[in-house]
């Protein structure tokens, strides 16, 4: 059951990290919003009395968007919120913060890649809150891979896919660690509290409105992507990912016994912007439950969700607001938040 009631300096907080460190240089009109929101004792009461996970700055952001508020306005957007207090109540705990970002694949597939090249035999990838299956396609895709001396690096995952996903690429020996090709997917399957089908209008209007407003290329991306996961109907299935993911990993274990041969290939479990929704000891949890099944974790998630791949991280990397690629425990790069830099390590 979810908490009701956040501290007022909680809350404010969290108004003000977003703002300096997830929209500032991403997007101005959020990081407006976010510091006016911050700073208006009314909107910081409506929400501190919200139940803990739907105070958040995505979530309400979302949901004035939903209501057609202009949120470039920043005074004007507060007016509306608090003249409207009852209906923007109900879209929060109607709804949750389930942005679904394709993009995300083009800084998972080198360590999709690299775990392939290891083993003996296909792979079946089991996402963990995988929204409405996006970052399970790996293979209808294309990756732009933008290297740092101009050129392109093209990996197609099916031949002529529409949707194109570009990615600035940098670090040590870049072009050499980016894969020519997707590896082979032989089962994959998503699991999501609340699985969102990719052809439902209100889903489609929503997962929009969780689009940061200047970010109009993503906006265009994940509407020919939806349109694409409506044709392939990737497999998202409802369940907790603190209890019910072991299950999954033994079904997709079976699975490759049977394609591949027993104990042949591998089973990996993918995570985007996804932990960062459990408690640390769920996340502690989840990542037991991996280990001992046998397979592998890859995903790439903001710093603070796991404090030990920060740790690891070489000394001179900068403290931004970049998300931590990592395979197995390793961290493998850094990332922006939505996919669109990768900087490998
Ligand atoms: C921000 S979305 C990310 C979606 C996708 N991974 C991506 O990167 O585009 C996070 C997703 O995690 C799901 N989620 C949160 N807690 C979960 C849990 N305990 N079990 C399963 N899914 C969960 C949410 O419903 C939401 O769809």
Known sequence: MEQT???????????????????????????????????????????????????????????????????????????????????????????STQTNEAARCAVLLPGL??????????????????????????????????????REHVVDGSAGSAVGLPCAVDGPRAERRLPDAVPAVAWRVGLDLSPLDPSDVDTRRWLQCLVWPEHVDREERLRRALDVAAELRPSVVAGDMTTDLAPLLAQARRHLDDVAGLGRGAVVVTHSAALAYLSPGERGAVRTV??????????????????????????????DGRFVVSLDDVPLALAAPHGSTLALL
């Not at 046998?294 to 404090?307: C, I, K, N, S, T």
């Open 5 to 95: 009631g956040t501290p007022h300096h909680a809350v404010r907080g969290r108004y003000l990290s977003f703002a300096r460190l997830e929209a500032a240089g991403s997007s101005r009109v959020y990081e407006r919003l976010a510091l006016a929101v911050q700073a208006d004792d009314a909107a910081v009461a409506l929400l501190c009395a919200l139940p803990a996970g739907k105070a958040q700055p995505n979530l309400l952001f979302g949901a004035l968007r939903w209501h057609g508020v202009p949120v470039d306005a920043p005074g004007a957007a507060l007016a509306w919120l608090l003249d409207h207090e009852d209906a923007v109540r109900d879209t929060l705990l109607e709804r």
């Open 113 to 150: 890649a690299e775990l392939a090249a290891r083993t003996d035999g296909p792979l079946a990838v089991v996402e963990v809150g995988a929204s409405a299956g996006l970052c399970l396609l790996y293979d209808a895709w294309r990756y732009r891979y933008a290297l740092p001396d101009g």
């Open 290 to 319: 991996i280990a001992e099944a046998g397979a592998h974790r890859l995903g790439m998630e903001g710093r603070a969700v796991l404090p030990d791949l920060v740790d690891a991280l070489p000394e001179q990397v900068p403290g």
